[in-house]
Every structure is written in C-alpha cells, then in structure tokens.
C-alpha cells in the first residue's frame, strides 16, 4: 500500500473561527472503497512534497489553498493514519495536524491544482458555535470532540494521536 505523509491544518483566525474546506471527490473513497453520497468538510493541508519537512510543508499548503503567508505556525497537535481508496486504490495517509493563526480572513483560490478547482466545493471560517451545532460531516469524525482543549490554549505536550 503506498503512504502518503500529509500536513493538516488547524487554520484558525482572530475571532477563533476554523477554517474547513467543503469538497466531493468521486474518486476518493473510505478503506472499503465506498464513495459518499455527499460533500463533507476537512481542514486544509496536503501532501509532503521530497526533502520537504513537516512544518514547511504545513506553511507551502496554508499559501496555496488560502493565500494567506502571513501566519504564525503553531506546534503538531494531533496525528492520526487513515486508509482512503483513490482511483481503485488503497493508500495510508499519515496526517500531522498544526495548529496556525491569522489575522486575514479574505480567501484566494489562485493556487489550486486543477483536481482542487473540481473537488472543492466551498471555504467557510466555521464559529465554534455554529461547528458543534452543526449536522454536516467533518473529517476527522472526532474533530469536534477534539477542538475545545486547543481554543482553551490547552495544547498537548507531545503530538496525540487521534481516531478516524
């Protein structure tokens, strides 16, 4: 099975609202191969590219989905390996997740690979509120069980490793 080390982002901005990405991809599946229905939502990120480490990975993704370089880059928070089936087949994604701050909200979509331009649907910064309230599906499923301790600065010692 091919890995694929990925960079997830935390991208939250002045008012502690997260940034998530709604997308559909027909040729992306979970571990089975079954294909949602529906779009859902994740956080920004993406691939490590060669000879690239992890937090310059995170700030490379963080300007290409947002536009946004002026962040201030936080430590590894979570980490969580995930198989997905693209194209027919299995790949491990081992996701670190990084928490970054903003203070910009404007989006630009300048950057995006042309399968981004087909897969992703909408940008929204998501008030927690409306977050925890809400019925949409969110990747990690375990996401909102998560945030609260990072919006409270209660920021794990050493990178945890969270469920799907």
């Not at 310059?56 to 198989?83: F, S």
């Not at 997905?84 to 491990?92: D, F, N, S, W």
Request: proline fraction near 5%.
């Amino acid at each position: 099975m091919q890995t694929r080390p990925t960079v997830r982002i935390l991208f939250f901005d002045a008012e502690d609202r997260l940034l998530l990405m709604r997308a559909h991809d027909p040729d992306v599946g979970d571990h089975e191969g079954r294909i949602s229905d529906t779009s859902y939502w994740f956080t920004i990120g993406g691939g490590v590219e060669d000879g690239e480490d992890l937090p310059t990975a995170a700030l490379r993704e963080i300007g290409e989905e947002t536009g946004h370089t002026k962040v201030r880059l936080g430590p590894p928070v979570w980490y969580r390996e995930c198989v997905l089936t693209v194209k027919g087949e299995k790949r491990l994604f081992e996701e670190t997740y990084f928490l970054a701050r903003t203070e910009e909200t404007a989006l630009r979509s300048e950057n995006w690979t042309e399968l981004e331009r087909a897969v992703i649907k909408d940008m929204k910064w998501w008030d927690m509120d409306e977050l925890m309230a809400s019925d949409e599906i969110f990747y990690p499923l375990c996401l909102k069980e998560h945030l609260p301790p990072l919006l409270k600065g209660d920021y794990p010692a050493d990178t945890i490793t969270i469920g799907l």
